[in-house]
């Protein structure tokens, strides 16, 4: 029993006593990585989003009737006004007057063409009659979502084309480095300013455009996005410690 002990106390010893010699793949994932000399610059770019449609909001109040035939009702009245843009009808409410007798409030929306806001709250009188009234809320200017997403796209393009053309430049000023694109990070683009008011005074709509208006002018809002881009190359090894 002793011998036995012995001989696996020294079988451990030899062990400890012999060098540890890694993979190659483990010295490998060992070692430091290599220095990287960057390079950093801010880059921006800006583009114009237009429109040359406005976001309409109508409320209709309609009196008898029955839910099914009220929405119904609603939406013809809205075509009276404008039938140059789909209707969407945002918000229905029913509610009862003194007398017990139901009425439907309805809140619509649509993208109109410019050419068609001219005489929009006449139109909107016009269209109303005993039991059935229109009344044009408001008018918004702001581009709409694809719009706003279609001018970052061409934000982003132009920011890659000017990283494209500083990465050119950068290796023919450092010959050799072999620079290369690290990173970049793009800021939430800035839209600037309101290009018109939400709420348009009832004369301005009421007015009539000229004849040769054609389809409405172009309203845009400036875009500015901008970049942070690192360039980075592998620094050239120092000399070898003696």
Do not use: C
């Not at 029993?1 to 012999?18: D, E, G, N, P, V």
């Not at 009425?103 to 005489?119: M, N």
């Amino acid at each position: 029993m002793r011998s036995l002990i012995a001989a696996s106390l020294i079988a451990t010893a030899s062990l400890a006593a012999l060098p540890l010699v890694a993979s190659p793949a483990a010295a490998q994932m060992m070692a430091a990585p290599p220095v990287q000399d960057q390079v950093t610059l801010t880059l921006s770019a800006e583009d114009w989003v237009k429109t040359d449609t406005a976001r309409v909001t109508l409320t209709v109040d309609a009196g008898g009737g029955n839910a099914g035939s009220a929405r119904a009702d609603v939406l013809k009245a809205a075509a009276a006004v404008s039938d140059k843009g789909e209707w969407r009808v945002v918000a229905f409410d029913r509610q009862q007057d003194a007398a017990g007798l139901d009425r439907w409030r309805a809140e619509l929306e649509a993208r109109l063409p410019e050419a068609q806001l001219g005489g929009l709250a006449d139109r909107a009188r016009q269209a109303s009659r005993a039991g059935l009234q229109i009344r044009v809320e408001g008018v918004d200017f702001h581009p709409t979502l694809a719009e706003e997403e279609a001018a970052r796209t061409r934000l982003r393009e132009a920011l890659y084309r000017r990283v494209t053309e500083e990465l050119k430049g950068l290796n023919a000023a450092f010959p050799g480095r072999d620079f290369r694109v690290g990173r970049v990070d793009f800021s939430a683009p800035v839209l600037a300013g309101v290009p018109r008011p939400r709420m348009m005074a009832m004369d301005k709509m009421a007015a009539e455009p000229p004849e040769d208006s054609g389809g409405g002018l172009d309203v845009a809002q400036k875009a500015t996005q901008t970049a942070r881009v690192t360039f980075s190359a592998v620094a050239p090894a120092g000399p070898a410690s003696r």
